[in-house]
C-alpha cells in the first residue's frame, strides 16, 4: 500500500492521511500467520482494507484463489467492503475474492457439505436466506420460561436430528420447545444462524465426522489463498475451528484485534480461544498500539499502558474537568 491513503470520514466524504509505520509493517507482512494486536484507534478497519489491497495485488496477484475478509456484523461488512472498494476499485472484492461475516461463511461451508451429500438436510437443500432469528415463525415460543428447547443436531451419518438443551446459545428465544414443531419449519425451508452454528460445529468434531473435517479442509484450501479476521476476539469456538481448518489446508492467515474488546459474547466469543489459537499455531505478532485518538500526553501515556497491560493510576477527577472518554468496570458504574 502507499504510505498515503484514504479512509472515509464522517458523511462518507475521503479523507487522506499518511500510513504509520506500525500499519505499514502490518499491511504489508508475509508472516504465513500474523496476528496484529491492535489497540484503540489504531485503525483496525482502516488495516484491513490496506492488507486486502496487498494481499490480492502484490502478495498473491498470481494464484488463481481469493482474499476473503471476515467480520461479525453486516454493518461492519459492509464497512470494509466500502472501505476496498475505494481504496482499490469493485474488482478486487469481486470473485473469488469476497468480505463476508462469520455467519454467512459458516453458511457457505454447511451448504457445501450438504451439496456434496456429507449431509442430509430436511428440506433437501440449505436455504439461500438464513434468518436471525425465530421472532417472525409462528411456531416458536418466544418466552420459553424453564422449557427444554430444541436444537438442531448431526448424527454419525450426516443426518439431521432434534437434540434437547436448556442452553440460551444453542437455543436463543424466541425458540422451539415442541421437537417437532422444529423440524417441521426446517422441512418447509427456514432456519437461523444458529441452526447453521450448531450443525456446522457438530459437523466439524474431528474425533465423531473426520470426513467431514477433512471435506472443509479441502473445501478452504482450494477457494482461499488468506484469510484477514478482523476484530478477531470476538470469535467463538467455532469460528476458531474455521481457521484452523484453513491454517491446515495451507491458507495464509491475518488476525487483527484488541484483546480488551470482545463484544458478541451472545454467540460464544471467547478470548481465551482466540489466545489459545495465537499460541498453538504460533502466530507472528505485531504490536499497532495507536494514537490518532489520543489529544494529551497523558491519555497516549494510559493508552500505552493498558496496551501494554501494566498498571497505571489515574488522577482524580476534578470539578471543572471536561472528558471525552469514560473508563467504568460495568455499565451501572459508567452511566
Not at 34 to 62: D, I, M, Q, W
Request: aromatic share 8%.
Amino acid at each position: 500500500p502507499a504510505r498515503r491513503s484514504c479512509d472515509c470520514g464522517s458523511g462518507g466524504h475521503m479523507i487522506v492521511h499518511p500510513m504509520t509505520g506500525d500499519q505499514l509493517r502490518a499491511a504489508t507482512t508475509r508472516a504465513p500467520l500474523c496476528y496484529v494486536k491492535a489497540g484503540p484507534g489504531s485503525g483496525k478497519t482502516y488495516l484491513a482494507a490496506e492488507a486486502f489491497g496487498f494481499l490480492r495485488h502484490e502478495r498473491y496477484r498470481n494464484d488463481s484463489r481469493g482474499v476473503l475478509g471476515v467480520t461479525f456484523a453486516r454493518s461492519a461488512r459492509a464497512e470494509l467492503e466500502t472501505r476496498v472498494r475505494k481504496r482499490w476499485g469493485s474488482r478486487t472484492v469481486g470473485w473469488p475474492n469476497g468480505i463476508s461475516t462469520f455467519d454467512e461463511l459458516h453458511r457457505q461451508l454447511l451448504r457445501y457439505l450438504v451439496t456434496q451429500g456429507f449431509i442430509t438436510w430436511p428440506s433437501g437443500a440449505l436455504p439461500a436466506k438464513v434468518d436471525d432469528s425465530w421472532l417472525d415463525h409462528p411456531g416458536a415460543t418466544r418466552k420459553p420460561g424453564n422449557k427444554v428447547r430444541s436444537m438442531l443436531t448431526l448424527d454419525g451419518e450426516g443426518v439431521i436430528g432434534v437434540a434437547r438443551t436448556t442452553s440460551d446459545r444453542t437455543a436463543p428465544k424466541p425458540c422451539f420447545t415442541d421437537p417437532a414443531k422444529l423440524v417441521d419449519a426446517v422441512k418447509a425451508g427456514f432456519c437461523t444462524h444458529t441452526e447453521v452454528r450448531n450443525v456446522l460445529g457438530a459437523a466439524l468434531e474431528p474425533s465423531a465426522h473426520p470426513a467431514f473435517s477433512e471435506a472443509i479442509t479441502s473445501c478452504l484450501g482450494r477457494s482461499y489463498c488468506h484469510i484477514i479476521v478482523d476484530e478477531s476476539f470476538d470469535m467463538n469456538l467455532l469460528d476458531t475451528r474455521v481457521i484452523e481448518h484453513a491454517i491446515d489446508a495451507g491458507v495464509t492467515v491475518t488476525l487483527v484485534g484488541d484483546p480488551w474488546q470482545s463484544l458478541y459474547e451472545f454467540r460464544g466469543a471467547s478470548p481465551a480461544r482466540v489466545n489459545e489459537l495465537l499460541k498453538q499455531r504460533d502466530f507472528h505478532k505485531i504490536d499497532m498500539p495507536g494514537e490518532r485518538r489520543y489529544l494529551t500526553d497523558e491519555m497516549k501515556t494510559l493508552a500505552k499502558c493498558l496496551f501494554d497491560e501494566r498498571p497505571f493510576r489515574v488522577l482524580a477527577a476534578q470539578p471543572e474537568d471536561e472528558f471525552e472518554f469514560v473508563l467504568a468496570h460495568d455499565w451501572n458504574a459508567l452511566w
